[in-house]
């Protein structure tokens, strides 16, 4: 890692994942059983946080728990991966949760109770982007409130840091928001609903995000890989081929890895091929932060890769 890698700030949520596995992922009204139940740490904004802090980045964490069990553990979680937890408030609500159901081939359905990631607040920003040195790189997602995610974005690009939103959950954007992000990353069913248009039609949905304002548009397509766009080019990131276990925090990995290339000085195409080895080891383990993979793992599984072309 260069000593030139800028700093990564992480603003989002922090969730316990409460995952159930099953064959099948039930119907609508469907009762059925389970295989195995687990817990383990997650939330989008920490599963990005560990994964860029196990990659190497010097990361730290904004967001709330609450004053319980799950909390502790969340926090554990991420300082033992390097993640700075200075600016993790104790709410006085519960931990948010995540009721996770996974398929014999990896799929997952997921309920968010936000409980505490509702807390998160302005004057913890503040202090963030003021102890940093240098401006970094800004991940911000939805599993906050729109208006902190807002309030972030402006505040960290009136600083001159480079602004990522991962807009999952998926809410519209306004146009003066849209013009201060870097590059927005959703996915394919999230850049629909962004640009009112059909699942499917990634090229149409990231050309309408770019002549919104965003000034580069990624759109992950899971097994199909993703979309890298910028007003120059626009081009399609082939994914690694493995047998997947879990997808449960794919795009969050996909998210964490991706800013920390940029932090190391890779344009956006060198960053996205990166952060699509990070997620593809992710997916062939089970839960979200335990999934996320160290560096050398990373580097030895892309010179695996390349050696296999």
Same mark, same amino acid.
């Not at 609508?28 to 980045?57: C, D, H, R, Y």
């Not at 948010?96 to 997921?110: C, H, K």
């Not at 399609?236 to 290339?261: M, N, R």
């Given at each position: ?13 922090? +969730? ?28 989008? /904004? ?22 319980? @069990?799950?909390?502790?553990?969340? $926090?554990?979680? &991420? =300082?033992?991966?390097?993640? /700075?937890? =200075? *600016?993790?408030?104790?709410? @006085? ?11 014999? $081939?990896?799929? +997952?359905?997921?309920?968010?109770? !936000?409980?505490? +990631? ?8 503040? =202090? ?6 240098? !401006? ?5 997602? +939805? ?10 974005? $402006? ?66 397509? /899971? ?16 994914? *690694? ?12 990995? *996909? ?8 932090? @190391?000085?890779?344009?956006? &195409? ?15 383990? !089970? ?18 890769? @390349?050696?296999?072309?």
């Amino acid at each position: 890692m260069s000593t030139l890698t800028k700093p990564i700030l992480v603003v989002g949520s922090l +969730n316990m994942d409460l995952v159930v596995t099953v064959a099948e992922l039930p119907q609508k009204g469907e009762t059925i059983f389970g295989k195995t139940f687990t817990t383990f740490p997650g939330g989008k /904004g920490g599963n990005q946080a560990v994964t860029a802090a196990k990659l190497g980045s010097k990361v730290t964490m904004v967001g709330a728990v609450g004053r319980d @069990e799950f909390g502790e553990r969340l $926090r554990c979680s &991420l =300082s033992q991966s390097g993640v /700075g937890t =200075s *600016y993790i408030s104790l709410a @006085e609500t519960s931990t948010g949760t995540a009721l996770i159901t996974v398929d014999q $081939r990896g799929a +997952n359905s997921i309920v968010v109770v !936000p409980g505490a +990631n509702y807390a998160c607040c302005q004057q913890d920003i503040d =202090s963030a982007l003021e102890a940093a040195e240098v !401006p970094g790189i800004l991940l911000v997602q +939805n599993e906050i409130p729109e208006t902190i995610v807002e309030y972030t974005i $402006r505040a960290a690009k009136g600083k001159g840091w480079t602004t990522i939103l991962n807009p999952a959950p998926a809410r519209l954007i306004s146009e003066g928001l849209l013009s201060m992000i870097d590059i927005l990353i959703p996915n394919e069913t999230e850049a629909s609903v962004l640009t009112g248009g059909k699942a499917g039609a990634e090229d149409e949905a990231a050309q309408v995000l770019l002549d919104r304002g965003a000034a580069a548009v990624i759109i992950t397509l /899971g097994s199909k890989g993703a979309l890298c766009c910028t007003v120059e080019q626009k081009q399609q990131i082939l994914p *690694y081929k493995v047998d997947a276990v879990d997808t449960t925090a794919a795009g969050d990995a *996909y998210v964490g890895a991706l800013a920390t290339a940029l932090a @190391e000085g890779k344009t956006v &195409l060198e960053s996205a091929k990166f952060a699509a080895a990070v997620a593809a080891i992710a997916v062939t383990r !089970p839960g979200a932060q335990p999934s996320l993979p160290w560096r050398d793992e990373v580097d030895e599984f892309i010179r695996k890769q @390349e050696g296999q072309q």
